[in-house]
């Protein structure tokens, strides 16, 4: 069972279990198989963990106050355990860059990232930092309603109506006013056709202009931003996806080809430049790291704490004793297979 996995069963099986096996009422029990079905949303401990630490907020609600009268735990009850219990990805959150440009993904992992889970909240979030917008993330359909939003040029230009209250487009809402009142802000871009389809990531888009139209309407002119640091962090999310594919592929050969390609690789990678510099590192040099490791840290002799969700093998991360910034190599003699713990402390121990 994989983390998030354990993390849902414990949150299911200390609160919500509980709950609706007890005598609640049928508007309250209503509400917590609603918030049973949220967490089968979450991917990631860490945002799981902030997901529960907003109820502390609402210790006045209707539903806390019944399921404390008959002796039941809260969310706010277990949540200090459970960040103890799952301490060690409590800081798994997701990233802008886990967006990969070009796929798709569900509402509820949009809404999870700007930790607004509500499916009514809107299309236009803010996302802040020491109280300063860092980024907004937007989620265009460009199908049905009043105000429909469409591409002047799918994936470039597009235009996309204010958010508005009640045919309001106040310019003073928190979202507007973050785009017009911040220069060079990034506009994370998910957009769908229909309302039924998955939101398709375009990437980072900046302001371009603000139309007025007579009907009292407000859009954005919103264009790709190709130079924005945070696109180009995004770009090196795709370079890192491509890389998992190419070693799944690399760990798929038989031995001795393997050990082969991994001896030939280059000893010096490619670079390329993101924000900073980041290394293309050799995927047959990874998998064969891997493989020679076959499950065990190198460095603690442990096994791996964990199975890969995607197939099932064991959890190593490849580790170069001397650091390709620091001019080291790409090859078998300098890397090693570490379990997470051990990866971390080579660098910060």
Not at 88 to 102: H, M
Not at 216 to 236: P, Q, T
Not at 315 to 325: C, G, K, M, N, P
Request: a positive charge.
């Amino acid at each position: 069972m994989q983390p998030i996995e354990q993390a849902i069963h414990f949150v299911r099986s200390q609160v919500i279990e509980p709950a609706l096996a007890s005598t609640l009422q049928a508007n309250i029990k209503q509400k917590i198989s609603y918030a049973s079905r949220q967490l089968s949303n979450f991917k990631r401990v860490g945002d799981l963990s902030v997901y529960l630490s907003r109820f502390d907020q609402v210790k006045s609600s209707d539903t806390h106050r019944q399921m404390k009268t008959i002796g039941l735990k809260t969310f706010e009850d277990i949540r200090q355990s459970f960040n103890d219990r799952f301490e060690l990805w409590g800081g798994d959150s997701t990233r802008p860059s886990d967006f990969v440009i070009g796929e798709q993904y569900p509402g509820s992992d949009i809404l999870i990232f700007v930790r607004a889970y509500d499916p009514r909240s809107g299309g236009m979030f803010v996302v802040e930092a020491d109280g300063a917008p860092k980024l907004v993330v937007i989620k265009a359909t460009m199908s049905g309603g009043k105000y429909a939003n469409s591409w002047f040029e799918r994936g470039e230009r597009l235009k996309y109506f204010l958010k508005d209250i009640n045919g309001k487009f106040g310019e003073h809402f928190a979202a507007n006013k973050a785009i017009l009142d911040t220069p060079g802000l990034p506009i994370l871009t998910f957009a769908r056709d229909e309302s039924t389809d998955r939101f398709t990531f375009y990437g980072a888009f900046r302001y371009q202009a603000i139309h007025r139209e007579v009907d009292g309407s407000k859009w954005f002119e919103l264009v790709r931003d190709m130079d924005n640091s945070l696109s180009n962090a995004m770009r090196a999310s795709v370079a890192d996806q491509l890389l998992k594919r190419q070693v799944q592929e690399a760990l798929a050969l038989p031995h001795r080809e393997l050990e082969a390609r991994a001896n030939n690789a280059p000893p010096l990678p490619r670079k390329f430049v993101t924000q900073v510099t980041a290394f293309q590192r050799d995927p047959f040099v990874i998998a064969a790291a891997l493989r020679r490791a076959n499950g065990t840290c190198d460095m603690c002799k442990a096994p791996a704490p964990f199975l890969r969700s995607s197939d099932g093998s064991p959890y190593l991360e490849v580790h170069h004793i001397r650091r390709l910034a620091d001019d080291g190599q790409d090859t078998l003699e300098n890397v090693q297979a570490l379990c997470p713990n051990c990866h971390r402390a080579s660098h910060h121990g």
